[in-house]
């Protein structure tokens, strides 16, 4: 007669002289297979329903016409999960404040005091990685629809852990008043040479002749480390390659533009509303910005001119077309298995084409997803955004220190453009002050 051995005869189950029949094999075996499907189906079920009628408590910065969208998309989200999920929204009015508090009870290791979910820069999620209270998100399956430079924002260039999700992109453009272009009979610049010198013949022809009146210049240039890293990245710079900053080779570059401010063609300032007002009057020919001012771009044009002149979005002047992506990250703080994958559901929710198409319409932004995109009715300028995006792009590295990263890179940079100070030198030390910041956080 045929036997079976099983690893599991020494422990008794059958006696040691007699060796079951095949057909008892079988029906064992049948047994241990359904009893093994059971215990799977009620391990499944624990889970799940562990995650009923959570209640998730979610901080983000947002106020006014935002704010007011959230909450009808989170109405909608409790309504209709069927898992009986409540999401609690509490604005924290910006993300300076929504910072102090969370830091503030991180310090206090009360898990009562903090939310389980945040809507922050990433590299603010990155230092509060640094308490080991963030959700690795690697653990859940990502939306497969994400872009692939949408996916890597929120994870670290570091050890690859993935602290937050990103829900839309930004980057800088520069914006041209395309009527006036026409009238100078030239073509948008894409040298820097190019861009200064088209700058100059504006102001020495006295601005456009659609222009309210006022001074005129070729552009005013922003005093911000987006724009600096962007100008780096079109240059052909890797600003970070995954273990330092580097800057070498931008030093011609921000000489050029600042004596295009020295000789009157260009000028700068911090204030974003004046630098705006220059261009929507139409006496200034371009304009850098971040995409999510194209909004704001639009009606301060509208302001000025009852018919809107023609203008268009392009990238920065240098000879690789590549944006510089940034924008916030939703993180989990953990409390446990069950409340973060409730937190999570919410995320997958908020992450499908229709919210986040319609999320990034409300904030005039970029999606993280075609299908998001394909969603969209894209004005003329967001059509050009979206193309100029959705190709191969670089990452703002989601790094614990990198806001004051960027301190230091705006400083160089305002340096340079109001006390001439040399962008060779000032290149050189910032890369050794950023570096020794890294090194400060343990990278």
Not at 65 to 88: C, F, H, T
Not at 217 to 239: C, D, K, M, R, Y
Not at 387 to 405: C, F, H, R, S, W
């Amino acid at each position: 007669m045929p036997s079976a051995h099983f690893g599991f005869r020494s422990r008794g189950i059958y006696p040691p002289v007699l060796e079951p029949s095949v057909g008892v094999v079988d029906l064992i075996g049948k047994i241990s297979l359904w009893l093994g499907i059971i215990l799977l189906l009620l391990a499944n079920l624990s889970s799940d329903a562990a995650v009923q009628s959570q209640t998730v408590t979610f901080w983000h910065p947002y106020s006014g016409e935002r704010q007011q969208v959230l909450d009808e998309m989170l109405a909608e989200y409790n309504a209709q999960n069927e898992s009986g999920i409540m999401v609690e929204a509490a604005s924290q009015d910006n993300d300076a404040l929504l910072y102090d508090r969370v830091i503030i009870n991180l310090l206090a290791e009360d898990r009562n005091l903090l939310p389980n979910i945040i809507l922050v820069p990433p590299d603010t999620a990155a230092l509060f990685s640094l308490s080991g209270r963030l959700v690795d998100l690697n653990n859940f399956a990502p939306n497969p629809d994400m872009l692939d430079e949408a996916g890597l924002t929120g994870v670290s260039p570091i050890d690859g852990a993935r602290y937050g999700i990103p829900e839309r992109l930004f980057t800088e453009v520069m914006l041209v008043n395309e009527d006036a272009l026409a009238e100078l009979e030239a073509n948008v610049p894409t040298t820097i040479e190019d861009f200064i010198a088209l700058s100059c013949t504006f102001r020495e022809n006295s601005g456009w002749s659609g222009g309210k009146f006022g001074t005129v210049w070729g552009a005013s240039l922003p005093q911000t480390a987006a724009f600096v890293n962007a100008l780096a990245v079109v240059q052909g710079i890797e600003v970070f390659d995954g273990e330092q900053f580097n800057y070498v080779g931008l030093d011609q570059t921000l000489s050029l533009l600042a004596a295009g401010k020295n000789d009157g063609c260009l000028t700068t300032t911090d204030n974003r509303a004046v630098a705006l007002e220059e261009f929507a009057s139409g006496r200034a020919l371009f304009f850098f910005a971040s995409t999510s001012e194209l909004d704001i771009v639009q009606r301060g044009i509208e302001s000025f001119f009852v018919d809107s002149f023609e203008w268009g979005v392009y990238p920065l002047p240098g000879p690789v077309t590549q944006p510089y992506l940034y924008g916030n990250v939703l993180s989990i703080i953990d409390e446990d298995e069950a409340l973060d994958a409730a937190v999570w559901d919410f995320i997958e929710w908020f992450m499908q084409p229709e919210q986040n198409a319609r999320w990034a319409a409300a904030t005039q932004s970029h999606p993280i997803s075609q299908p998001a995109a394909d969603l969209m009715a894209f004005a003329p300028q967001w059509q050009q955004v979206w193309d100029l995006m959705n190709g191969e792009a670089m990452i703002d590295p989601m790094l614990a220190g990198g806001e004051v990263i960027d301190f230091e890179v705006g400083a160089m940079w305002r340096r340079v453009l109001l006390s001439n100070t040399n962008p060779t030198d000032e290149l050189a030390n910032l890369e050794l002050r950023v570096n020794q910041i890294l090194a400060d956080f343990g990278y």
